[in-house]
C-alpha cells in the first residue's frame, strides 16, 4: 500500500452517490468521514487469495460464504467499511449482495499504512457488530496472524499464531498451518 488514504466529510446519501459514480475505487463511511480505500500490494493480495481459498475450502458444504474485498460491510448506521475478507452464514448475506449486514468472521491484511485504521476505527467497529465473533488481522510484511474471537457482550480473547502454528477459527471449526496463508508470498529481507 502506497499514500496514506485522504479523508473528507459528506453525508451518507453523497457517500452512496460517491460509490456508484466511481465504481474503480472503494471508499469506507465511518461517521461522516469518507477514506478512499488504498491498492492493494503482490503481497496483500496473494495472502488474500490463499485465506479465501483456505475457508472457501473448508466451509464446503455449509451455509456460510466467503466475502473479498469488493463487497462492503454495513456496521451500523453511520459506519460502511470495506474488509480484506469477510465469512457470513446468514441468509440475509445470501444471493447478490453489495453490502454484508450479518457476516461472522471479518479478516484484514495489515501493512504499515493500515495497521492503525485496522486496529483502532475498524476494530471498534467490528467489536460493536453483534454477528462479528473473529477478528484476524494477518500481517503483510512477516507470517503472523492475530485472532480476536468474542467470549461475551463485551470480551474479546486474543491470541497471535506464527509460522509454524496452526490457527483455529473456533467459531467457524476451521482450522490451518499458518503455512498455508503465506504460500508464495515474499517477504523483504531486512539488513
Known amino acids: 500500500m502506497t499514500a496514506k488514504p485522504e479523508r473528507s466529510s459528506m453525508s451518507l446519501e453523497d457517500y452512496f452517490?460517491?460509490?456508484?459514480?466511481?465504481?474503480?475505487?472503494?471508499?469506507?463511511?465511518?461517521?461522516?468521514?469518507?477514506?478512499?480505500?488504498?491498492?492493494?500490494?503482490?503481497n496483500h493480495t496473494t495472502i488474500s487469495v490463499n485465506l479465501a481459498r483456505i475457508l472457501q475450502n473448508a466451509l464446503s458444504g455449509r451455509p456460510c460464504l466467503v466475502f473479498d474485498m469488493h463487497t462492503?460491510?454495513?456496521?451500523?448506521?453511520?459506519?460502511?467499511?470495506?474488509?480484506?475478507?469477510?465469512?457470513?452464514?446468514h441468509s440475509q448475506d445470501r444471493g447478490?449482495?453489495?453490502?454484508?449486514?450479518?457476516?461472522?468472521?471479518v479478516g484484514e491484511i495489515i501493512s504499515p499504512e493500515t495497521a492503525t485504521r485496522d486496529r483502532n476505527e475498524k476494530f471498534i467497529g467490528y467489536r460493536d457488530h453483534a454477528s462479528i465473533q473473529e477478528y484476524l488481522l494477518i500481517s503483510?510484511?512477516?507470517?503472523?496472524?492475530?485472532?480476536?474471537?468474542?467470549?461475551?457482550k463485551n470480551s474479546w480473547s486474543y491470541i497471535i499464531y506464527h509460522e509454524r502454528d496452526t490457527v483455529d477459527l473456533l467459531r467457524l471449526m476451521v482450522h490451518?498451518?499458518?503455512s498455508d496463508?503465506?504460500?508464495?508470498?515474499?517477504?523483504?529481507i531486512h539488513k
Open 140 to 152: 503483510a510484511d512477516h507470517p503472523q496472524i492475530e485472532v480476536f474471537r468474542r467470549e461475551g
Open 96 to 105: 447478490w449482495v453489495t453490502t454484508l449486514h450479518a457476516p461472522c468472521l
Open 72 to 89: 462492503r460491510i454495513r456496521l451500523n448506521r453511520s459506519c460502511y467499511v470495506y474488509a480484506d475478507l469477510a465469512v457470513s452464514c
Open 17 to 42: 452517490h460517491l460509490q456508484e459514480s466511481d465504481p474503480v475505487n472503494r471508499y469506507e463511511f465511518i461517521d461522516g468521514q469518507v477514506t478512499q480505500v488504498p491498492c492493494e500490494a503482490q
Open 181 to 188: 496463508l503465506y504460500k508464495n508470498v515474499f517477504f523483504p
Open 176 to 178: 490451518f498451518p499458518v
